[in-house]
């Protein structure tokens, strides 16, 4: 059986989604489209890279989340630098380990830019601050005067990626006939994390699918349960922005799932881990993997397209 699949984003939550991808393998599922947001498009991206359940967990398995968290010594003075880092940049972090990491791992596969992976197998969404709107990419790039074929898929990837004030946004900046008559500042974009705008965008396939050929069943794969009991310690802006964020992608858990949608949605159990637990164990790893693997079982055990 063929499907469209949606992935949400949850940070490092998104390690529970790669086991849910190995229970549709188990399941005879194939994946012919598929997107996602923030955490949810890196393993959208792997897969359209060809990479198996097996081979993610491989790669989780191996990857030290916290490596990915990386900023210059004089920005972890304690107190000071994460402000004055955040004040400056814009990020309590810069977001090109993750870039660099992504991109190792898409090239294993010898995929680069969009223009290696099949037209219309791989859409990433991404939030534009600087002019309020959802991106989807790569075709919303051309709005930029950027050709979408040649962009990087790792740095779509990490534009995703970029938590509000926890990883640096990405700039943008206009190209030809977007960038005439703007001033040299307003030829600036600013991006992050499209969970900020759309965290589980199923209605992405839905629309283009309207007026189409019969389109395939489109499979949600989502992250459900509270973070850690315990309320945000706010004692400084660094942790009330940290609180922000948490609330703020914690949210789109807790939001209501429309009848249609829940009978077509995976929902994963995240075991209390927060979003932003980068210094997660590997048998913390492990539990979300088996977390994902178990909920897929049992939602392809019961699915049926269609009803």
Known sequence: MHI?????GGGVKGISLAGAVKAAELAGVHFSRVAG???????????????TADEMKKIIEATPFQSLLKRAPFFNTRIIGPALRVLIKKGLY????????IRRIL??????TFSDIPAG????????ITNGKLLVLPDDLRHYGINPSTFPVAKAVRMSCSIPYFFDPVILR???APARGKSFNEQFVYVVDGGLLSNFPLWLFDRQSKGGPEPLPVVGF??????????????GPVSMLTAMFETML??????????????????????GISTTHFNLSTAESMKLYESGLKAGKEFFSSWRPGQ
Request: aromatic share 8%.
């Open 222 to 235: 989502q992250m459900v349960g509270k973070n850690r009991n315990d309320p945000h310690h706010i004692d």
């Open 250 to 271: 914690s949210a789109h858990d807790e939001r209501y799932i429309e009848q249609q949608n829940r009978d077509r949605t995976i929902k994963i159990p995240t075991l």
């Open 4 to 8: 469209n699949a949606v992935f949400e």
């Open 94 to 101: 810069s977001g090109e380990a993750l870039e660099n990491w």
């Open 174 to 176: 206009l190209i030809g």
């Open 37 to 51: 947001t923030s955490s949810g498009s890196i393993v959208a991206a792997v897969l359209a890279a060809g990479y």
């Open 107 to 112: 090239l294993d596969k010898g995929i680069f």
């Open 121 to 128: 197998k791989l859409y990433i969404v991404a939030s534009d």
